[in-house]
Structure formats: C-alpha cells, structure tokens
C-alpha cells in the first residue's frame, strides 16, 4: 500500500522509453526488454566476439548479450547503469544474461572477475559499472565474485574517439594481478559493460594469463561493432 502511494507520486519510469513503471515490472518496462537486441553468443563458440580475439590473446569463450545501437534505447539504459547510479538495472541486466551463460559451455567458469576501473575514476564515480553487471551474472551462475583480484595501475585516456590501433595502444600494460593466488589455476570469467574492438579485455586477460594454470572467457553485457 505504501509502495503503490509512493509510486503515485514518484513513479518509477523505463530507463529505455520513459514510460512508467507497473508494479510488476522492476527497473525496465516489458516492452523494452522484449526488444532488447540479444546476440544469442553463447548459443555459438565461434561467434563474432570470440573472433575479435582470435590470434591476439587465447579465450577459451566469449559473449555479448546486447548488441549496441547508438540513439537506441539500450544506449540510454547503459548510460543510466554507467552514470546515473542504476545499478539495480545493471544487477538485473547481468543476471538476465547469467541465466543464459548457466547453460552453454559457460558454466565451466569458476570465478567472475570485473575489468576493473583506475581508483580515481571510480572515487569519482562511485561505482565500476562492471563490477554492477558480474554480480548479476554471478547471482545467476552462483559463481563468486572477485573485484579486487586485478587492477589498473594508470588511467587511460578516453576510448571513445579512438580508432582500432589507438585503443590497442590506450590500454597495454596498464592492468596488474594484485592477488594472482585468488586466480591460479582458475576458469576466470572476464566481464565487461560494452565491448568494441576488444583492446581493453585483451590487456586486461593477457596480465590474468600470466598467472599459473588460469583460463579466461569473456562475457560484455553489449558489443559496439562502431570503431
């Protein structure tokens, strides 16, 4: 009763259309997550995100659950999960996807790490909206969760003008295992929010690589095909 008097007067509106919440539904409208444009990666080891990383670092799996669409509204719900502290959406998102990885070739995964981001972005953030995103999956999988194993050890410039080769070279060597005895000899499932030409995750598994007996796979929560 008190929910339904609050919502009254602060409803709860769809991040992708604007549209009102109804009770029933959490933190995006049905209409929306029924056209939510899903990849179907995970149904297919040889799809078009394992490619990326063919002959640059060795993935043993990789997904995207989204595909991303500039103007579209999963632009506007990832833009609400990365800066507007929605991280009850991300959570939802990432479980959504969780519960498709569960059951392919996925569920051989047995820690969940997030790319993590540089400490002065996330003191201003507030948040890594990777880390928002693995929980859900990690709900979903019932795969535990570490946010700490690895870390960045400088901040890179924005990726979001740079061409394939700029990407690639904006992120090497900037990521470290901070607690390589959390990952040896695991099956690490690497998460990210929105995945382009892979630079970022490259860097990102080949630091993960270097420690003894580890696996990677990789799951974004949306895949940008635009350089």
Request: glycine share 6%.
């Amino acid at each position: 009763m008190i929910k339904s008097i609050i919502e009254l007067f602060y409803p709860r509106i769809c991040p992708g259309c604007n549209t009102v919440l109804v009770t029933a539904e959490k933190n995006i409208c049905t209409s929306c997550n029924f056209h939510l444009p899903r990849t179907g990666h995970w149904e297919e080891k040889d799809n078009t995100i394992a490619k990326i990383f063919w002959g640059r670092v060795q993935i043993e799996n990789a997904a995207a659950y989204l595909f991303f669409q500039k103007k579209g509204r999963l632009q506007k719900i990832i833009h609400e999960i990365k800066y507007k502290n929605q991280k009850e959406l991300g959570i939802e998102l990432g479980r959504m996807f969780g519960n498709e990885l569960k059951k392919s070739h996925f569920s051989q995964t047995e820690l969940i790490v997030p790319v993590p981001l540089h400490p002065s972005r996330l003191k201003k953030r507030g948040y890594n909206q990777s880390e928002i995103i693995a929980k859900g999956i990690s709900e979903a999988m019932n795969i535990p969760i570490e946010p700490n194993a690895i870390g960045r050890i400088s901040e890179n410039k924005s990726q979001t003008t740079k061409s394939r080769y700029e990407r690639w070279e904006n992120v090497q060597s900037i990521f470290e295992v901070t607690k390589p005895e959390l990952l040896s000899g695991k099956h690490v499932l690497l998460v990210d929010d929105v995945l382009t030409t892979g630079a970022t995750i490259e860097a990102c598994a080949t630091a993960i690589l270097k420690v003894p007996g580890t696996k990677v796979s990789v799951a974004s929560l949306a895949y940008s095909s635009k350089n």
